[in-house]
């Protein structure tokens, strides 16, 4: 089961290279994101995920807030 | 949203998947970086005063005047947790200086999030004759106030 990280672990994962993905709608994203996230809505996820995504690298998803 | 995109990964190989469960909302309320169209626009986080004089709920108000910082006109009401419960304005600091914060402050004041426009709060005061509006983090805390006068000034 993914774990749950707070702001500072996600700061310390991104300098070693973590993914960021925000699952938002596309609005929302071109609004405001976190430096370097990728744009993929929960919707999109599927087989062809792999593809866009590091499968050797941490992967952290993040959304509005506790949503 | 976002447990469920973690979980969907997992399902597809990824073998290390983290949930940032605060989501956007934290981040953008602690100032830190962001990028996307609004990078441009000020938000109460760049802007606000940090420095803000607090009192709580048992203090009297002769005391919170008396210790009222100069330039400062009200008090923001915070719980030991730093969640603000109220504010004590220049009428409640002139009721009477043996009267509990409690008897005297406005209850539930308007707060805004940090990622709000300035501009936002902005039209906020003006609209509602007031000089001051109080930033909290997405848990209620204080994080600081915007004052018309800083704000007018930029």
């Known amino acids: 089961m993914p774990m749950v990280i707070d702001r500072d672990e996600v700061r310390r994962l991104i300098q070693v290279g973590a993914q960021l993905v925000d699952v938002l709608s596309l609005k929302e994203y071109e609004r405001a994101h976190l430096p370097g996230a990728i744009h993929i809505p929960l919707k999109d996820l599927g087989q062809e995920t792999p593809a866009r995504l590091r499968m050797d690298t941490p992967v952290i998803t993040y959304c509005y807030d506790l949503q | ?154």
């Open chain 2, 1 to 154: 949203m976002s447990a469920r995109a973690a979980a969907r990964l997992e399902s597809l190989g990824f073998s290390e998947v983290f949930h940032y469960g605060a989501g956007k909302q934290d981040w953008f309320a602690y100032g830190l970086p962001r990028e996307g169209q609004e990078t441009h626009t000020t938000w109460a986080v760049d802007v606000l005063l940090r420095d803000v004089p607090t009192c709580h709920l048992g203090d009297l108000t002769g005391e919170v005047r008396a210790r009222l910082p100069a330039g400062w006109t009200k008090c923001v009401v915070v719980s030991n947790e730093g969640v603000v419960l109220g504010l004590l304005d220049e009428r409640g600091l002139e009721s009477g200086p043996e009267r509990a914060v409690e008897q005297v402050m406005e209850a539930g004041p308007r707060t805004f999030r940090p990622n709000v426009s300035q501009q936002r709060v902005s039209q906020y005061m003006d609209d509602r004759g007031t000089d001051m509006a109080l930033i909290t983090s997405p848990d209620g805390k204080l994080m600081g106030v915007l004052r018309l006068e800083e704000v007018k000034g930029r």
